[in-house]
């Protein structure tokens, strides 16, 4: 644990925080791990039990409370599994497998064995939507649609770091304004499960050690491999990641695939919840079609 907290104290403080917002869980949901080679793997479940799956997939720094805003409207018509990334600031083990290997997409097939699901749909943003990719590349048959928002390994990852740097020497107030970079300025009043978020990412903030590797991107020719129902959501404002070549690189590899360029927003793109389940539903229909 010790390699991804600053402290055990931190790492404390953090699960502490995690486990008092889950309980803000906005739908019925029942939380357990499963055994994978790479460590427990936390799960929380949503929705119907016979509903189509959907896996849901945070960013890195993160955990799967990141996905508050969206299950109640996903829930009413999927399976939603809810999946803590090994490495990150949740309840799955606190391991980082090497990135450009297929790690990654060995614990995801675990994962998927574990719940006893042949085949999903996969929603994931930022590091998320690199883990769904990776594994949609991988293990394509295994994969129902794809959903990301935000997703590292496409377009150029931009030196972020080095901007960043002066204003995390300032405190909170330096890492608020780094936060408002990444997720965009936070209304002033919110709602309580809102409230326990941001408690969640300060307590983060302050206590966990994020990565540092660059991401790897993929290649024209594994993209222009991808055979399934593709969305991707981008903010044209995101300070991580450059948007345009994401766009651009899908517009030509993956001529298919349903590409949006939120002009105005940062790197993570807001709640995106209607236009992903209006995706997932004709993805469900389709398929059902060419039955």
């Given at each position: ?5 600053k402290?055990?104290?931190g ?28 460590g427990d ?12 799956p ?6 890195s ?29 949740g ?10 290997s ?19 749909s ?5 590091l ?12 394509p ?14 377009g ?95 517009q030509?590899?993956v ?18 919840s ?18």
């Open positions: 644990m010790s390699g991804v907290y402290s055990p104290a790492a404390a403080a953090i699960l502490a925080q995690y486990r008092e917002t889950l309980g803000l869980w906005p739908v019925a949901h029942s939380q357990g791990w499963i055994d994978t080679d790479l793997t936390f799960v929380i479940r949503s929705g119907p039990e016979d509903a189509p959907v896996l849901l997939l945070h960013g720094q993160s955990n799967s409370a990141s996905w508050m805003r969206q299950v109640e409207c996903w829930a009413r018509d999927f399976r939603l599994y809810a999946v803590d990334l090994p490495g990150e600031a309840l799955s083990a606190a391991v980082r497998p090497a990135l450009d297929d790690a990654h997409a060995r614990w995801l097939e675990q994962v998927l064995d574990g719940l006893g699901l042949a085949r999903a996969l929603v994931g943003v930022s998320g939507g690199w883990v769904a990719l990776d594994f949609a590349l991988r293990r048959g295994r994969v129902a649609a794809l959903a990301l928002l935000g997703p590292s390994g496409i150029r990852q931009k030196a972020f770091l080095l901007r960043a740097a002066p204003w995390l020497l300032l405190g909170r107030w330096g890492r608020r304004r780094v936060r408002d970079m990444v997720l965009g300025p936070l209304p002033r009043q919110l709602p309580p499960a809102e409230q326990a978020l941001v408690r969640l990412i300060e307590v983060i903030d302050r206590h966990f050690l994020p990565r540092l590797a660059r991401i790897p991107r993929f290649s024209d020719a594994q993209l222009q491999g991808l055979a399934i129902p593709l969305l991707v959501i981008l903010g044209g404002r995101d300070v991580l990641l450059d948007s345009l070549d994401s766009q651009r690189r899908l030509r590899c001529p298919r695939a349903q590409v949006r360029l939120l002009v105005d927003k940062p790197h993570y793109v807001g709640d995106q209607l236009p992903v389940l209006a995706f997932l539903n004709a993805a469900l229909e389709d398929s059902n079609g060419a039955l």
